[in-house]
């Protein structure tokens, strides 16, 4: 059973920082990556990380500030996100892929998902 949880959301001051983690089970994948989605708005993309040779993609509105990394061998992706805003605040969700290729940045091509944790910034 594939299996991804999500954790270190919460709740941060505008200008501050948090770090998400996300641990896959079950499978291996070809890449991970993390969504966010604000009540209201579309599931949107914010980074993801492909295994084989280490090619990373941000989403503009967040480069510069976030930075996602991982561990192929453990399984395991991360977001770290710094000098974060109000407009940041949604659900994160971990997501994994196994499409070859470049890495994708649509939602469609990601076949498991986590529960998603909340990030609110405060301004």
């Known amino acids: 059973q594939v299996r991804l949880v999500e954790s270190g959301g919460g709740l941060v001051q505008a200008g501050g920082s948090l770090r998400l983690s996300c641990a896959a089970s079950g499978r291996t994948f070809n890449g991970m990556g993390w969504f966010r989605q604000a009540p209201g708005k579309e599931r949107e993309f914010v980074a993801a990380?492909?295994?084989?040779?280490?090619?990373?993609v941000h989403a503009d509105s967040v480069k510069g500030r976030f930075i996602i990394s991982g561990d192929s061998v453990k399984n395991t992706v991360y977001l770290q996100m710094n000098s974060l805003k109000s407009e940041d605040t949604a659900v994160y969700y971990c997501?994994?892929?196994?499409?070859?290729?470049?890495?994708?940045?649509?939602?469609?091509?990601?076949?498991?998902w986590g529960q998603g944790t909340q990030v609110t910034v405060s301004s």
């Open positions: 990380i492909k295994w084989s040779g280490g090619t990373r």
């Open positions: 997501a994994a892929t196994n499409r070859w290729g470049p890495l994708s940045q649509s939602p469609a091509d990601f076949g498991s």
